[in-house]
């Protein structure tokens, strides 16, 4: 048997746990492509305001932002599997319930609710994976976790624009969410806690039996760092805090972790989130065919995140960022300046963003897993999700009112200059962990 759990060869097991992981990036796309396909199809069943609108969008990625700071510190604390398992059923529950309300303030609630359950369960999922996988599997694993976003994405496109003709059928729309949370649900019910953080809280029998559940009967507890020779926690598990670690020396990774990512995250939440409303804004199509059009650019958004998945361990992290920043700001500075351009060339400039956005969000969930230690990497991760969403958040409502007042074009550059301060912190920050184990990556040594 190998030395440590990171040269463990990559089971079936592994690889369910990271589909049913994939289940919180899922639903998270589609559940926001299927609410921002709803929204054009209220019209007067919900008079919303703008003002309203940016609520409505507002809300769910703030609903992410507060969940994923405390979903985080509690998955730190009292496990992984507890908000792991229990997510996915609540947002069934949130998702059918929104068929009995249909006045605007019940369902900007309704958005923030499913936004709290999926934001929660963004930790759980990022550590999970990274703590149940092996080396050879790691980066692939959290690559899949973000391809699944997109999957989710084009997927809630695609039940948008078969349901659009549907005569009152947005409730219906909005309730399909439901579907994949309880399939996701019921594949997680298998999966055990973190043999990982069972072993740092000193929980050494547990562990064990998690570890031999995943990888067979021939995996070992003291191939764990965490555990000695003699099969007993080699330390006693650190009190988890993030201002702690701040003081030792990871305050550095974070802000470029936050940076990087709420500059990423700010731009493209609105294109999520108003996608046919933008294309039409463009004259890229009206009704059904902008739904049809958004499931084109999402399509874009894959292919950027293909490549990634076979050479996520040899793809130099820095390099990655840094270049995929520049081509992207470079394509929303030309959708702000020529937002009346033909068809053809507003696609190409979407494309010219979409497929390096596409690689380079990969890194949301490789850079902090690899860059923060076990007993705080829950918390981190989601205090980083939480930071980004915020960014989204802002951007989400104020979008609405900034069209309105100004036009598209002016917003779209607004995005170009987040972008651009996006690539400064990168060049400035971004460390380089290809080819590390976790406990390299992690250690400030």
């Not at 003002?51 to 409505?56: D, M």
């Not at 651009?420 to 390299?440: D, H, N, Q, R």
């Amino acid at each position: 048997m190998a030395k440590t759990i990171d040269d463990y060869p990559v089971t079936s097991f592994v690889k369910r746990i990271t589909l049913y992981s994939s289940g919180t990036a899922f639903l998270d796309g589609f559940n926001m492509i299927v609410a921002s396909v709803a929204l054009t199809l209220m019209g007067d069943d919900v008079s919303f305001s703008p003002t309203e609108i940016g609520l409505y969008a507002s809300m769910y990625v703030l609903g992410v932002f507060l969940a994923s700071f405390v979903g985080g510190k509690i998955g730190d604390n009292v496990g992984r599997t507890k908000i792991y398992k229990a997510a996915p059923l609540l947002v069934a529950a949130f998702s059918l319930a929104l068929l009995a309300f249909h006045t605007p303030w019940i369902l900007i609630a309704g958005r923030f609710a499913i936004g709290i359950c999926i934001g929660a369960d963004y930790p759980m999922a990022g550590a999970i994976v990274s703590e149940f996988s092996p080396i050879a599997w790691r980066g692939k694993g959290l690559v899949i976790l973000m391809f699944a976003w997109y999957v989710g994405a084009l997927a809630g496109s695609l039940v948008g624009f078969a349901m659009y003709a549907m005569a009152g059928g947005w409730p219906w729309l909005l309730a399909t969410t439901a579907v994949p949370a309880i399939l996701f649900f019921l594949g997680r019910l298998a999966v055990p806690e973190s043999s990982r953080w069972l072993a740092e809280k000193g929980r050494i029998a547990e562990a064990e039996a998690s570890l031999e559940k995943v990888f067979g009967n021939a995996a070992n507890i003291v191939d764990l760092s965490s555990v000695n020779e003699e099969g007993v926690a080699a330390d006693s598990a650190p009190k988890t805090s993030l201002m702690q670690a701040f003081r030792q020396g990871y305050f550095k990774r974070f802000f470029f972790v936050a940076g990087f990512w709420i500059c990423q995250c700010a731009p493209v939440t609105v294109v999520f989130m108003f996608g046919p409303t933008i294309l039409q804004q463009f004259g890229m199509g009206e009704g059904s065919m902008s739904v049809l059009g958004t499931a084109l650019i999402y399509v874009f958004f894959m292919l950027g995140v293909l490549p990634a998945i076979k050479y996520i361990e040899r793809m130099p992290r820095r390099a990655t960022v840094i270049t995929t920043y520049v081509v992207m700001s470079v394509a929303l500075l030309g959708l702000g300046l020529v937002s009346n351009a033909s068809v053809v060339l507003i696609l190409a400039f979407f494309a010219l963003y979409a497929i390096p956005y596409g690689l380079q969000s990969v890194l949301d969930n490789i850079y902090p897993p690899e860059l923060f230690p076990t007993e705080i990497r829950s918390t981190a991760i989601g205090t980083l999700t939480s930071v980004s969403k915020l960014g989204g958040a802002v951007a989400s409502f104020v979008f609405p009112i900034g069209l309105a007042a100004v036009g598209l074009g002016p917003c779209v550059i607004v995005g170009a200059v987040i972008s651009i301060i996006g690539l400064v912190i990168s060049v400035v920050l971004a460390p380089e962990t290809k080819g590390m184990t976790l406990e390299e990556s992690s250690s400030l040594q």
